[in-house]
């Protein structure tokens, strides 16, 4: 995106999150809230523009919304007012003191989904998961510690990417996305495939272990789905969504998935950023797993 871009991209935002604040509070002040929707309004236009903005092959639609600096005015400011809006209710909400929790107006989750994502009980389930998903990790990466074509210059990651943004005069590119195309070209330009395949390796081993240890299990599943959504978005199917929905699930329970694990010990010590565990506050917490 050209200068040009970026500044109509900062108008927009700026736009965006004035309305957004007008909605909310019905006078612009600038405090914590405004800000936040000035970098949601940012974000929305930007991508908006850039990731939507031609549209894709229907170049019917894309000459609606005219182009200025590299900037698609109709789904850049269509971008920036969605996201903008999408957080225009909750904020109300908080401001006006209305009850946030669906739980309160009579919706609660059922028991299966309390069981899975908050019982300790389904930590033998989990077990099974993690040890199945740490295990595709770990040989993968291993696989590859051995391959000199991935730790010898990375000419095997650097031949993935050649593959991966070739476009076949017939049939579908492997790549769908023309913004994930470009990214894994600049990459290729810079000669980044030397580091970047010893970052993946590391990675895959480190996810491996911490799903078969139960470590920071959350944290580990996140990035596996990560590295799945990359591989898919890349054009490589293979085990990825079965791999990216347990990695999702895993996250969903990370409070429980690593009980049968050191997150039993880990977790009540660390706690969360929201929910700080004994070693940050000094005490035990009052209802921990030990």
């Given at each position: 995106m050209e200068p040009l871009g970026y500044i109509i991209t900062v108008i927009v935002a700026a736009t965006a999150a004035v309305l957004g604040q007008r909605l909310i509070a019905r006078q612009v002040t600038l405090d914590r809230q405004f800000g936040y929707l000035l970098v949601l309004g940012f974000l929305g236009g930007w991508g908006g523009s850039r990731l939507f903005g031609p549209l894709g092959p229907i170049e019917s639609l894309s000459k609606v919304g005219p182009s200025i600096g590299g900037f698609y005015l109709l789904t850049g400011i269509l971008g920036a007012l969605i996201l903008v809006l999408a957080a225009v209710?909750?904020?109300?909400?908080?401001?006006?003191?209305?009850?946030?929790?669906?739980a309160a107006i009579g919706i609660r989750d059922p028991q299966l989904?309390?069981?899975?994502?908050n019982d300790t009980r389904s930590a033998p389930l989990w077990l099974g998961v993690r040890l199945y998903l740490g295990y595709q990790w770990l040989e993968a990466g291993w696989h590859k510690l051995e391959e000199?074509?991935?730790?010898?210059?990375?000419?095997?990651?650097?031949?993935?990417w050649e593959?991966?943004?070739?476009?076949?005069?017939?049939?579908?590119?492997?790549?769908?996305?023309?913004?994930?195309?470009?990214?894994?070209?600049?990459?290729?330009?810079?000669?980044?495939?030397?580091?970047?395949?010893?970052l993946v390796i590391g990675g895959e081993i480190l996810v491996g272990l911490g799903l078969i240890v139960g470590g920071?299990?959350?944290?580990?599943a996140f990035f596996g789905a990560i590295m799945n959504l990359n591989f898919m978005l890349a054009g490589t199917a293979s085990t990825n969504p079965v791999l990216f929905s347990l990695g999702i699930l895993l996250i969903l329970a990370w409070k429980v998935a690593g009980y049968w694990g050191i997150d039993r010990y880990l977790l009540p010590a660390l706690g969360a950023p929201w929910?700080?565990?004994?070693?940050?506050?000094?005490?035990?917490?009052?209802?921990?797993?030990?």
């Open positions: 209710y909750p904020l109300r909400q908080a401001a006006q003191r209305q009850p946030t929790d669906v989904a309390h069981w899975l994502f000199p074509g991935w730790t010898q210059g990375g000419t095997a990651l650097k031949g993935f593959r991966a943004i070739a476009i076949p005069e017939q049939g579908r590119p492997p790549i769908v996305y023309g913004w994930y195309r470009d990214f894994i070209q600049f990459m290729l330009d810079q000669g980044w495939y030397g580091w970047f395949a010893w920071l299990v959350g944290i580990a929910s700080p565990g004994r070693l940050f506050r000094g005490q035990a917490p009052a209802n921990g797993y030990a």
